[in-house]
Structure formats: structure tokens, C-alpha cells
């Protein structure tokens, strides 16, 4: 039972880290969306014709880009304190405000889009749905939240064709768009409405298809990273204990040859010694020897002498 905890605990930990690693792959992600909303803002200020929500409109895309920042800002300072499912019901619930503000642009942007194009604004916004629950695939990595987005902004796509076609929408007076809608509008709504629903359905369970191959695999490569991982460990210790072997048996042999070497050095000594002391007999021997010979050469004179001496009285 106690196994069991601290394996759940160490599964909580890992998803937890996994979780913490996603809110930094979004944060590297939002950033570069920061300079291009508000390069749009300027770009739009100067491009099109002035309207009375611009303000708020160029509030609202700024918006979406800056919102994940306090939403990670708080995630980051109470990570101790938050699971890892906190974490992604929180990044979530950011998300879903993001889709709320991207309808909201496109509401207030209704006129603009519709005066430029005639229409079609229904499919422009399942898109940007499309791509923002495309880009929500791998942050959250879990069908229920894939298909909660779905459906979701398929209730504000249902929600934007019955605005659309009761003509609920901002009035621009640059933008006059009234003449622009036809009698048969309930007909083209509803099929606009259909195709994008039919549409969004289609891409999101073929991303859906997709997305699930690459957790597999993802998941596959990360058994097989851990596989891997554990066998360079057994390498790696095998390897440990083969040099610690290796070691001892240097340090083995190490002192046997140190042992050798003051053993020939005790021995070198021993014989120098000798040898020292043959040299000195030597040498007192060959001083005895000479002087045995002086004194020999010193009575040989002397019996010279005495020899003369005998022959000269006779």
C-alpha cells in the first residue's frame, strides 16, 4: 500500500513537472504574439476607415495576447500549492477566455469584414477556431479538454450565425453594410453555418487522429528514452565496478611494486655495504703489504751494508 502512494506521488510529480514545462512552451509561444497584435493595432489604425470601437477592439487583441502572462505569473508563484490538474483547468480557463475575446473581436469587427468581403465571416472565424484548438492539442494532450474547446466554439459558431442572420452587430457609419443583406439571408446562414460546423468537425477529428499518433509515439519514444536511459545506467555501473576493479588491482600491484623496488633498494645497500667493507680490507691489506715490503727493501740495505762492512775488516 505504502509502494503504491509514493508510486501515485511520483506520477503526480512527473505529470505536475510535464505540467510546469507546458506553461513555459506557452509562454515562449505567446510571446512573439505580443509585437504582431500590436503591429495589427497600428497597421488597421492607419488602413481602415475610422470606427467607434476601435479602442476596444484594439483592447481586446492586445488582450489576447497578454492575458496568459498573470495566468502564468500566479501558476509560477503557487506551483507548490497547485496539482497538476490546477494547473491545466487553470491554463484551460485562460483559454476559454481567449476564444470568448476572439468571438468578441470578430463581433465587433462584423461590419468591417462584411463591407470589405460581402460575407463569409462565419468561416474566417471556425479558422482561428480551428487553429486555436489545433494549438491546444498538444498543451493539453487529453481528449476531454480537445473536446470540450469543440464544442464550445461550435456554441459560439451556432451563437455568431444567429447574430449574424437577426443582423445583431455594432452599426459603423463609415462602414454601411444594411444593403448588403439579401432577402434569402436565413438560407445562407444556416448553410454557412452547416458547412462550417460540418467543416470544423472534419478538421478537428482529423487533428484529433493526428494528435493522438503523435502522443503515441511521443510516448513510445519516451519508453524507449527511459529504456535507454536505464541501460546506460546498468553500462554505467558495470563500467564503475569494472574501474574500481581496475583500481584495486592497480593499487594491488602498485604496492607490490613499491615493496620490490625497497626490497632491491634494502638489498642494493646490503651489497654496497659489502662491497664497502671488501674495499676497505683491501685496501688495509695492501697497506700492509707495502710497508712489508719497505721494511724488507730496508733490511735487504742494511744487509748490504753490514756485508761491506765484514769485507773491508777482512
Not at 506553461?23 to 509585437?35: K, M, N, S
Not at 490546477?86 to 476559454?96: C, D, H, N
Not at 607490490?256 to 662491497?275: C, F, H, I, P, Y
Request: hydrophobic letters at 50%; charged letters at 25%; aromatic letters at 14%.
Amino acid at each position: 500500500m505504502d509502494n503504491q502512494k509514493i508510486e501515485i506521488k511520483e506520477g503526480d510529480f512527473e505529470k505536475k513537472k510535464e505540467a510546469l514545462k507546458t506553461v513555459d512552451e506557452i509562454l515562449q509561444f505567446r510571446l512573439p504574439l505580443i509585437p504582431v497584435a500590436i503591429i495589427f493595432v497600428v497597421v488597421s489604425k492607419f488602413i481602415f476607415r475610422p470606427f467607434s470601437n476601435f479602442y476596444l477592439v484594439s483592447a481586446l487583441i492586445v488582450g489576447v495576447s497578454l492575458l496568459i502572462f498573470p495566468i502564468i505569473y500566479f501558476i509560477k508563484k503557487m506551483e507548490r500549492l497547485l496539482s497538476y490538474r490546477a494547473i491545466y483547468l487553470i491554463v484551460a480557463a485562460e483559454f476559454s477566455i481567449d476564444i470568448i475575446l476572439v468571438f468578441f473581436i470578430f463581433f465587433l469587427w462584423i461590419p468591417i469584414i462584411t463591407y470589405y468581403i460581402g460575407g463569409g465571416i462565419i468561416f474566417i472565424l471556425a479558422l482561428v477556431f480551428m487553429l486555436m484548438i489545433s494549438s491546444s492539442n498538444p498543451i493539453f494532450g487529453n481528449k476531454n479538454y480537445s473536446y470540450f474547446f469543440f464544442f464550445f466554439c461550435l456554441l459560439l459558431l451556432i451563437i455568431f450565425g444567429f447574430l449574424e442572420y437577426f443582423n445583431i452587430h455594432p452599426i459603423y457609419s463609415s462602414y454601411p453594410v444594411e444593403h448588403l443583406y439579401r432577402p434569402y439571408q436565413i438560407k445562407s446562414t444556416l448553410l454557412s453555418l452547416i458547412m462550417a460546423g460540418v467543416l470544423f468537425a472534419i478538421i478537428q477529428s482529423r487533428l484529433e487522429n493526428f494528435w493522438s499518433m503523435f502522443r503515441k509515439q511521443t510516448k513510445e519514444l519516451k519508453l524507449l528514452n527511459i529504456e535507454l536511459e536505464e541501460k546506460v545506467k546498468e553500462r554505467t555501473k558495470e563500467l564503475e565496478d569494472a574501474k574500481s576493479v581496475l583500481e584495486v588491482k592497480v593499487q594491488a600491484r602498485t604496492k607490490e611494486l613499491k615493496e620490490s623496488a625497497d626490497n632491491l633498494e634494502s638489498q642494493v645497500k646490503g651489497r654496497t655495504q659489502e662491497l664497502q667493507e671488501r674495499v676497505n680490507e683491501l685496501e688495509r691489506f695492501h697497506q700492509l703489504t707495502v710497508g712489508r715490503e719497505l721494511k724488507m727493501i730496508e733490511l735487504k740495505e742494511k744487509i748490504g751494508e753490514l756485508e761491506e762492512k765484514l769485507k773491508n775488516l777482512e
